[in-house]
């Protein structure tokens, strides 16, 4: 069976490691937050200003002033901090950010991400993901193999405006963990009870699949 | 140096249509609600405005937007807007979509005197487009200009007599390097106090950024994604 969301956050969450920060983006990476494994300290970067970012709020106190990059009310750690916008950028395009995870609509075999517009349709802006792929050295995209119609998001060439190039080092979808490198995919992991065949139908950039693949521990 | 004005209608005074105004704030937080509204009072059109994001349909820039004062936005995410989605792909409204990260740079380069600045962001994408690229540590990266305005509007938690400000949580976003970047910085505060009365260890934007200061008559501060966890 495929990963939910949840599931994807999940797995996401695995690779986290002790003492980095973290930049999560909106959508299945928030989830992230909810799974840091056990004697793992981590400190979350919201790129609107706010390094320690805690849960959403008890109902009632919720504060306008304090959001996240999702405009989400949220809550402070102890030992949080804010600051303006540029220094927040500082902390991602100067690396200070030890992992990024963000969504996307394609992903290409060479590390290219498009998620920002999609021409005559829908046309939202950036935000910050432009400066988070062409800085951070670890993207992690988590995003469906596939999209609502079908259509494989993992692709040979992006069809869509690119967001960065070449910059995308790891895609944990809902049917498995892919690396990239030498502009291919690599099979790492597969969700639990998906087939190496599935994952091979659902991919239509070039995929190496090793002769064994294990399955995810979730 | 006392910088206080009245009120909105004398702390805009001099804002004429045509003109390049940024404004503080990301999505609703920290934006110059006070200034916004008086900006509707005084139907100035043909605006280029700066601005993180454009507001939602009835509140923030959306109020600007639907009484069709902007000609032009600048900014980094404009979701949310069904108005500005429709003046956009209908032409009435130029738009210039930038990486969040270089918006706040240009911002703080233009209050900095630093006329244009190297970044990787957005290189290899339609941003890139017509830009500089030179390579440095190997990475290429592309040329990005200062950006400056005729009026800057911040928003701040407190501010004293002389201009210093202090912003609450992520209510600071864009309002520093905003008020560095305009030619006349106006900022209005929720809470105005006499010169001294602010720590100065504890001051973000010093005084020296900002021409005119007046405490807002009415906060809304809207959320916009009210999101909350249940008491267990």
Redesign the interface.
Known sequence: MSLDKTGIAKRIAQELRNGWYVNLGIGIPTLVANYIPEGIEVEFQ?????LGMG????????????????????T?MDGAV?????T??AM??GQHVQLTVLGAMEVSQDG?IANWKIPGKM?????????LV??ADNIIVAMMHSNKAGVSKMLKECSL??????CVKKVVTNLAVLDIKDGKFHLVERAPGVSVEEIVTATAGDLVVPNHVPEMKI | MNKVVKDKVEGLAGIESNMTIMLGG?????IPENSISRLVEMGVTGLTCIS?NAGVDDFGLGLLLQGKQIKKMI?????ENDEF?RQ??SGELE?D?I???????R??AGGAGIPAFF?????????AEGKEVREYNGKPHILETALTADFAIVKA?KGDTAGNLV???????????MAMAGKITIAEVEELVPAGELNPNEI?TPGIFVQRIFQGEKFE???????????H
């Not at chain 1, 849960?55 to 949220?74: H, R, W």
Request: glycine content about 12%.
């Open positions: 919201s790129e609107n200003g706010i849960p959403f709020p008890f109902d009632g106190e919720e504060d306008a002033d304090l959001i996240n990059a999702g405009k989400q009310t949220i402070a804010y600051f303006d916008s540029a927040s950028f991602i395009r290219n046309v939202k802006g950036m935000g910050g993901a432009m400066d062409a800085s405006p690119l967001t960065g190039v070449g | 990301f999505g609703l937080c920290g993180n900014s980094s995410y404009v979701g989605e956009m792909l738009v979509l990486p969040q990260g270089s918006l706040a740079e911002c703080r970044t990787p962001a957005g290189y290899g994408t339609e941003v938690w912003y609450k949580a992520t209510a600071r976003n864009f309002n520093p390097m973000h501060k809207r959320i916009e994604q009210r999101t909350t966890r249940q008491k």
